[in-house]
């Protein structure tokens, strides 16, 4: 589905509406546009069968304006340049958008790492970060897992940084085993943040979510887990797919049964008493809220002129594409952009690095309800920002509010000289 879209030139698309709806100077958008920095590295790594393989890496660094470099590490075989600065760019304003001290920074590494055995990707994750040594560490730039990297390889990333530094430095890599510096609840956070800003959703929509209807497009761990969560909440899921198949059924199904069913099974798809559905139909269905939670670009503008939620909240980076966030919007669907239900991830993991800087743990208890505060405030002042203006959607307010953090930040520090004034009385401008 359009999987032929520039992530990079919709990012830089994305910026050039905020930076003109809220009348900045054109210096903004030209800082804003590209990432400052931006490192490919050779990465050699022995083989189980002695021979030598070489990977290609990448680090992406946007903006540092706020505070550290923040964003996390991929392993796919499909990663790309263009794709990690865009990357980069999100992580920026995903960041700014609920208000942390964070820029925005991004790695990958183009590699399967499914071929690859345990002990290969241990060295392919100790020889990443050697290549990356000089420009990350707890004060200036802080990976974390993404697409097929887990605490595990956070874990060897870090010993591995430690070993260079002399010194042990839990904070330069968040996303790690508890046991070495993890955060409780980070590995619900993301999907625990997209069911709080659902809520919030709804209660602006006036319904609740006690029998509201929800179909989740992916049933990995952030579509899995939101699932729990709003099915706790009193929600119907009626209908989940994942890379194998799909499962639907209009009474709803019980999500932890259902994560059973895959864990023995692959799929959810023949979870008993429910239907085949596909993708497609999944997208398109009668359902309150629609979970985007798997991969960009699926919410073209042909999909989003079927879609019948009332609420649309990307757990996913980039499932909807520009044409469909136009469709979505002329029909009033209430989209939650992904920059802003998807933050709840580094919002822990900015936890787990305050911790780590602190040498004190908290509970679980004590994460999830700053993690709430967050995400609500959040929430709020997004939806006050789409207030303010005429045609300004919920994504067009979430770019709006954390450009506006970002070019604050680099006023303050100068780095837009004589243009500060005119930053400092931004207004809303016209559509």
Known sequence: MASNLNPFENAQQEIKRAVTRLGMHPAVYEILKQPMKVLTVVIPVQMDDGSIKVFTGYRAQHNNAPGPYKGGIRFHPDVTLDEVKALAM??????????????????????NPKELSRGELERLSRGYIRAVAEVVGA???????????????????MDEFSQLKGYNEFGVITGKPLVVGGSAGRNEATARGCSIVVREA???????????????????????????????????????VDSTGGAYNPAGMDPGRLSEHKVKTGSVKGYPGTKSVSSAELLTMECDILVPAALENQITASVASQVKAKIVAEAANGPTTPDGDRVLTQQGVFLIPDILASAGGVTV??????????????????????LEAIMVKGFQEVL???????????????????????ADAMAVRGWLGNTTSQVAKMEVKPA
């Open 384 to 406: 006050t920002m789409k207030k303010l203006g005429k045609d300004i959607d919920m994504r067009l307010a979430a770019y709006m509010v954390a450009v506006k953090r970002v």
């Open 139 to 157: 004060e200036k730039d802080i990976p974390a897992p993404d697409v097929y990297t887990n605490p595990q390889i956070m874990a060897w990333m």
């Open 90 to 111: 999100w992580m920026t304003f995903k960041c700014g958008v609920v208000g942390l001290p964070y820029g925005g920074g991004k790695g990958g590494v183009a590699c």
């Open 202 to 240: 709804a209660k602006t929509l006036g319904f609740s979510l006690k029998g509201a209807t929800v179909a989740v497009q992916g049933f990995g761990n952030a579509g899995s887990i939101v699932a729990r969560l709003l099915h706790a909440e009193g929600c119907r899921i009626v209908a989940v």
């Open 349 to 370: 993991s900015y936890f787990e690095w305050v911790q780590n800087n602190m040498g004190y743990y908290w509970t679980e208890q004590e994460v999830n309800e700053r």
